[in-house]
Every structure is written in C-alpha cells, then in structure tokens.
C-alpha cells in the first residue's frame, strides 16, 4: 500500500496538498539541512512552499525578504487561513500595529516574518533582530524574488545588495535564494552579490505542461475573434495584454459594452485608481483585466485561467512571463497569442526610429525570435524552451501546433512563379503589385507599367490572392527573399532566391488550414450537473472571502472546488481528503461547503432515466441468476428484447455483470472494434468484427463501454 512520507504528512496538515510539485520535495530536503540554497523555478512552480515548510519544522523564525508590500499581505493571507502564524512588517503600518506583532514575534507565535529589505536593513531594526534571534532563534532568510539583486535581471532593486550583509553578519544562519529567471547571468550574479556560501543550486524545468500555447492569425474582425475567445472561457478570470495605453482603454471600453465584465489597467492611470482595479481583479468583482505590461509583477492571482495577447509581445522571454501568469496553480489555462502578419513590418518601422544603433540590433533580434515563435509550425513549447536553453523534444500535446499540425506542402513551382515575376518586374516592387501581375490583373498600375506584357502576367491565377501571400511571407520568413525596409517594402531576390530559379532548391512551406475543426461533444448530463455546483461553490467561496476581505483563493483553490463538485463529498472525513482542505480549513470551512453540496443535492431532480416495469421484471431475473435465453423462455419474449433491456439497464448505471454474458477476451475485440469504426451503428462493428460474433454481445458490449466513457469524460 502506498504509505506518505513524513513530509508529505505535514505537507497534507499544513497546506491540504496530496503530493509535491517537480523539484519541491528536492530543495525543502535540502533547506532542512541548513545549508545556503538557489533555487530556480517558473513562476507557478510553487515556490513559497519550499520556505515555508522547512519554516514550519524548525525551530524558531525564518525571516522572509520580499519587495513587494502587496504580495506580503497576501502570502500572510494565505498562511493565516491555514492556521499558520505568519505577519508581515512594512511601511504600511502604524507604529502600533508594528509594537505588536513584534512583541508576537519574541513570544515565538510566528513562525514565518515577511519584510522588505531596506527594513531589514535598517540601523533602526536590527537591534530587534538581534533580540528575536536570542529570544526565539531565526531559522532561515529566505530572499524571495531575488533576481532583484542583480543588474542584469529585468526588475533590478538597489535595496537588495544591502542583502550581502546577511552572510557577514550571521554566518550560522543559511540563505535561501529563490527566482523564476530564465538567464544564467542573473543565476550567477545572485550567488555572487548575495554572498551564498557554497550554495546547492537548484534549477527546475521551464516548462508548464498545463499551460496550452496557441497563436491565432487574426483576420478583419480581429475584436470579434478576441471577444469570442474570452466568452469561451465561461467567465473564468483572465488577462488581455495590449501594447498601448490607448489600445488598452479602446478594448476594455467595447468588451465591458459587450457583456464582459472587465478593467483596464495601464501606467498612464492614477495610481489609486489602478491599484483599485487590480484588487477588484485579484477578488475576482470583475473576469478580465486588459492592460499594458505594467501589469502583472507582484500579481500572486493562482486561478488566473488564460493570458491573450491581443498584439505582438516584445519579446520571447516577456511573453513567456506574461503568458505564465495563467495557471499558477497548476491547472489547465490558456495562452493564445493574437498575431496579424502586419504588425511585423509596424514593429520594424518603430525600430527603424530608435537612435542606438546596438539597441536597434537588439530590438531586431528579439523581434525576429518572436516572430519565429509565431510564424513556426513546430511545437510552440519547444521554441520557447529553445530560448532559454532547454531541449525539449516536441510534441507536447498541449499547443495548436502539436494538436493540429499544418500540413508541410511541397510549393517550389509556385515559388519559382513567385519569384520569376519578381524578377521581372525588375526588383523593383512590394508584394500586392507582384500577385496582381500573377493573378492577372487590370489595375491601372499594372497596366500602366506594361506588366500585363509580361510572361509571368496571369500565370497565377490559380491561387487565391491569400495563398501567394503566405507563399510571399514563407519566402522571406525562411529568408529565401528579400524585402526593402526603407519605407517603400520591396521585394528583392537574393543568392537563395536564385538557387530556386535555377532549380537547385526546393520549398517547402506549412500551408495554414482553413476550417477549423471543432470536435467538441455535446455535454452530458452529469457534466452539467457538476459545472453548476462548481459555479455554486465559487459564489459560497466568494461570500467567504468578502466577508474577511481577502481573495477567493486564499480560501480555496479553483482546483479544491473542482474536486468537491466532481465526489460531492457527505461526510467531514470525505472533505478532508479533497486536495486544499488541511486541518484548519477542514475546521473552519468544511461544514459549510458540505451543506451546500447536500443543499445541492435536495434540489436536484431525481435522475431522469428510470427503468421500465419490463426492464425492472428482466432485471429481477437476471438477479435471480438467470441468462438471456432463460429470461426469454420465462418471459415469453425474444432473446433480443431481453438484450436490449439489459443494455439499457447498463447504461441506466444498474449492477450487471457484464463478464457473465460475455466473455472478457470477446468483450476486449468489441471494444476495439468500436474505437475503430466508432459506436452509433452495430452494423459496421459488426462488420469489422466479423461473423463469429452477434448482435447481442455487442450491443451489452457497447452499453458497458459508452458508461466507462460518461464517466471518464469529467468535465473541466
Ligand atoms: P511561485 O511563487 O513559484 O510562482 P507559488 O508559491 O505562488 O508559486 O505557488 C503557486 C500555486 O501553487 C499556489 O496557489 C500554491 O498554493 C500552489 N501549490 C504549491 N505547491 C503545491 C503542491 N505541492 N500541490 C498543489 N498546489 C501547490
Ligand atoms: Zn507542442
């Protein structure tokens, strides 16, 4: 049997959870023996817990650096409600209220002390450290966010070298430093200004199998696409990522106009008015949040389900953070990017304008990454890992890409059509004006310049003007053409180009689908009965959290609610066992969901399949230890009708054995056979399956495998 460990044991106790994420169970190990520590996960990885439970199992109090006073207040949250003494010391807070909680703290009542470092620091402070170091003990520092030291990271803090003082100042006393950045430079630079004395370094994968990473070419109706893509997230809480300001209030204007209930959010806003607006986020009064970048840093949100870009991310790693701020806690979230093949050449123009010639190559470099990423046809995940030097070997399952993979075609003919035309129009034209030539066009232009004299005029006209653009893109994606980016886009051929005319190289290009498939069933009943107690369990969470005025999630995560309206768990020890629900929050919360769950139950209608009188007079004989001919004999009816009753029976979810009626290796060819060849018709199973089988055993076989499949399908 499977026996816990004794850390998962406390892990169950302190924070509900079952088992340990990648890398967690390896760095709390190693943080119990005292010794400094890097550690380096995604953002979601779940890294607060690795400081936390050591914290809870030794001796004494493990101070915690954190630069930001919103996150303290919600990690202190989070703790408390888990019945854990935790507090938090910061310039919000009156000198009262400080006097307090230090007085808690040299009554050993907290085990975990949030503070920001210039605090720390100060010459103020430190005698009082010294004084809870002698009175209680300080376990640990952990240094959260601790890129911040470092220059080279993306979010550099001054106060964070003053952190070096630490390793002289309390040599016996290890440093815990933990970040999500990607970049080794920033790795190496924590240990360095940190000081950590040969530190055990941890590094996690970067990848995030729950997070499905999808770009969507967006066609003329670009806000229709977007508005479509969040209703299809059921109001589940969401991020849209605009690059400007104005673009920002634009989108959040017409989604709250068309029923969605959003904010927006961007620097150039008051910044009361901002922070208000990510509260009301962050407490789940309002689905979608659209910003610029601004937003994001210091948002701890777990239950963030999708992260939309609505225009082309700077940058590969920005997006990658961004889009990671989607489903912290593990759970499916969706990031779609929404790409229009325009915006590269908007982007190039702005680039152009810089006045740094080395950031104009950089800023081209980082552009022609993400534009990789969203013009590739390869695994989205392995691009991204590329980047930051991870292998991953593709097919992720989890990425339009991997899902519905885009045909590779063999197009070299139409290219050398393509590029013969853009020779002889002499190099000396964009795009547009090539495919009219192509398709045979009587624009003025063209006729004009006598390019309807050419030989390559009208020799394209069986493809759409579209189809030759992709080609056109593809072309100068795979840089077997040139475009001029002085203002005027002009096509020009280059040393590649030329190996195509020649006929030494061939093309080949994804070609984009047109019809998208849509595979999605229709619910079933069970399905729709747990989506409205999961619904119903958010608005009980959601009056909970008001009334102490703390976020949803402190109190339960979405996960935790899920598996409560999947089991519909009856009694306390049920509860319990639910993923989330420790000890405290057994005590505190438990019997008020399960008197929702059972309130819920009452008004419920009975289920509507009931079985007949005449099934109920077969099932009665089956019991009796019958078989169908038996049944038949004594009924007076056709084997089949009593084969169909049983089936029903079955579906209908009543205790008959299916093995008693058929035997399991024939049950095991059914089977296959409808995978094959799919379940509506018995004719063509039976037809696969061949003559030495009846109708009687596959339809039972049927009804048993269409049960399994209504109960595999959970929702969500
Ligand atoms: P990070 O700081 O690495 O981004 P957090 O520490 O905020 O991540 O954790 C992200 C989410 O994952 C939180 O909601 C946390 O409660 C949850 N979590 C952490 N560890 C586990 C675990 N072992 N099992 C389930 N959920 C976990
Ligand atoms: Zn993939």
Known sequence: MYQPTPLETYLKQYFGYDTFRPGQRQIIEEALQNRDLLAVMPTG????????????????????????????????????????????????????????????????????????????????????????????????????EAHCVSAWGHDFRPEYRQLKVLRQRYREIPVFAFTATATKRVREDICTQLNLNNPRIYIASFNRPNLYYEVKRKNRQSYNQLLQAIRAQKGSSGIVYCLSRRKVDEIAFRLEKDGISCLPYHAGMESEKRIDNQNRFIRDDVQVIVATVAFGMGINKPDVRFVFHYELPRNLEGYYQESGRAGRDGEPANCI??????????????????????????????LNQIIDYVEGTECRRTIQLRYFGERFS??????????????????????????????????????????????????????DYGHHLLSTYGIGKDRSADEWKHLSRSLLHQGLLNETNDGYRVLKLNKKSWQILKKVRSV???????????????????????????????????????????????????????????????????????????????????????????EFARERKPPVQVASDTQMTTFGLYQQGLNIEEIA???????????????????????????????????????????????????????????????????????????????EEEPF
């Open 633 to 711: 004999r004594e009924r007076g009816l056709r084997p089949s009708t009593i084969t169909s009753h049983l089936s029903e029976l079955i579906e209908m979810r009543q205790p008959i054995d299916l093995d008693c009626l058929v035997s399991p290796e024939r049950q095991k060819a059914i089977v296959a056979a409808i995978e094959k060849v799919g379940e509506k018709a018995l004719t063509p199973i039976r037809d696969a399956l061949g003559e030495e089988y009846n109708y009687e055993e596959i339809r039972l076989t049927r009804s048993r495998w269409r049960r399994e499949k209504e109960d």
């Open 394 to 447: 593709g097919n992720c399952d989890n990425c339009d890409n991997c899902r519905n993979p885009q045909p590779i075609e063999d197009w070299t003919i139409e290219a050398q059509k393509f590029l013969s035309c853009v020779a002889r129009c002499r190099e000396k034209f964009g795009m547009t004006h090539i495919i009219d030539v192509l398709r045979g066009s009587s624009k003025k232009r063209v006729l």
């Open 337 to 366: 990017l929404f790409y229009s093949p325009g915006d590269k050449p908007r982007i190039d123009y702005l680039i152009d304008q810089k006045p740094d010639e080395n950031e104009q190559r950089l800023a081209r470099q980082q």
């Open 45 to 144: 990885g779940g890294k607060s817990l690795c400081f936390q439970l050591p914290a809870l199992l030794k001796p004494g109090l493990t101070v915690v650096v954190s630069p930001l006073i919103a996150l303290m207040q919600d990690q202190v949250d989070t703790l408390l409600n888990n019945g854990i003494g935790a507090t938090f010391l910061n310039s919000s807070l009156e000198w009262e209220a400080v006097r307090s909680r230090e007085r808690e703290i040299l009554q050993g009542r907290i085990k975990l002390l949030y503070i920001a470092p210039e605090r720390l620091l100060s010459e103020s402070f430190l005698p009082f450290l010294e004084s809870a170091r002698s009175r209680v003990g300080i376990s640990a520092f952990a240094v959260d």
């Open 508 to 598: 080949s290009i994804a070609v984009p689908q047109t019809t998208t498939k849509t595979t999605k069933a229709d619910k079933n009943p069970r399905q729709i009965e747990v989506e409205l107690l999961f619904d119903r369990l958010r608005l009980l969470r959601k009056n909970l959290a008001d009334a102490q005025s703390v976020p949803p999630y402190v109190i339960f995560a979405d996960s935790s609610l899920r598996v409560m309206a999947r089991q519909q768990p009856q009694t306390r020890e049920e509860f319990a066992k639910v993923p989330g629900v420790g000890a405290r929050k057994l005590e505190r919360y438990g019997d008020r969901f399960l008197s929702e769950i059972r």
